[in-house]
């Protein structure tokens, strides 16, 4: 219920009144489980974090070459970027405008993600699909970029398909921009 609300009033907006009205308990029984509408909203953030974390490990396991996982990788990112959005203006608000909280909710994926890519970085080198000279340097840049690429995704992808989006991501990232 509470998803719903932050979905659709945003979390800013949504009271525990509201929390407790939606799924048709007092506000004493909401308190009992939860101090404040942030409890929730972690609560359900950490709920999705395991959801991601899943997926991760599912796309560390795969036996594809190095660089076919990497853009399996990247596609699977923000594919998930775009379903945890849910198509929702609220939810993607919440977001954008509170990056902080984002973050330290998002230490745990980022140490994932971080080892998910070094491992598909080292395996690549160590079967001479890429050429690289320090993978776990690499891999940190990577993910720097990633993150730093989901704000324009996010507000691009209403407005163009999300494949082209993520095609292009991936592009740049194997072949660069030059011509």
């Known amino acids: ?28 029984t909401l308190y009992t489980h ?3 509408k942030e409890m929730i909203f972690d609560y359900i953030v950490k709920q999705k974090t395991e959801l991601i974390q ?12 190095a ?22 203006q609220a939810i993607k608000e ?4 509170n990056n902080s909280k984002i973050e330290s909710l998002r230490k745990n994926i980022d140490k994932l ?3 998910l890519l070094y491992t598909i970085l080292k395996d690549g080198v160590n079967h001479g699909i890429f050429s ?23 507000q691009q992808y209403n407005h163009q398909p999300k494949p082209r989006i993520i095609n292009e ?6 072949y660069g921009i030059i011509k």
């Open 1 to 28: 219920m509470a998803q719903k609300l932050f979905t659709e009033l945003s979390f800013y907006k949504t009271t525990m009144k509201d929390i407790a009205l939606a799924a048709r308990v007092s506000r004493r």
């Open 34 to 36: 939860f101090n404040s």
């Open 54 to 65: 899943q997926k991760l490990e599912q796309a560390k396991q795969t036996a594809l070459p």
């Open 67 to 88: 660089d076919k996982r990497l853009k399996l990788y990247i596609r699977e990112r923000f594919n998930l970027i775009a379903e945890l959005m849910g198509g929702s």
């Open 94 to 97: 919440t977001y954008l405008h």
């Open 113 to 115: 993600e971080l080892e």
């Open 132 to 154: 690289i000279k320090q993978p776990r340097r690499l891999a940190n840049a990577l993910l720097t970029v990633f993150k730093s690429l989901e704000v324009g995704f996010i």
């Open 169 to 174: 991501y991936i592009n740049i990232l194997f």
